[in-house]
């Protein structure tokens, strides 16, 4: 907008982040959201198969990614554990 050209928020790109114990911080779009522009797939990933979780004795937690399940493109993550917004 600065250089005079209109100005795009893709809010799918916006992360957040609620800082509570444990921290839940999330970008992209969840599992839950209308399915209409994309066929979607979604993994979990425990934090006890996390090396820093491990490390640091925090391994209470997860992970979750959700991809374009013919590009396997990720349109969104969510992370549910100690130190999610790092």
Same mark, same amino acid.
């Given at each position: 907008m600065m250089a #005079?050209? =209109?100005g795009? +928020?893709?809010w799918d790109l916006v992360p957040s982040v609620?800082?509570?114990f444990p921290e839940l911080a999330s970008v992209g779009i969840g599992e839950d959201e209308p399915a209409a522009r994309h066929r979607r797939?979604?993994?979990v990933f425990p934090f006890t198969a996390n /090396?820093?979780?491990k /490390?640091? #004795?925090e391994t209470a937690g997860q992970a979750k +990614? +959700? =991809?374009d399940a013919t590009t396997d493109r990720v349109l969104g993550v969510t992370i549910l554990g100690p130190r999610a917004s790092t």
């Open positions: #005079g050209q =209109a795009h +928020v893709d609620i800082y509570t797939s979604h993994r /090396a820093r979780a /490390a640091l #004795g +990614v +959700v =991809a």
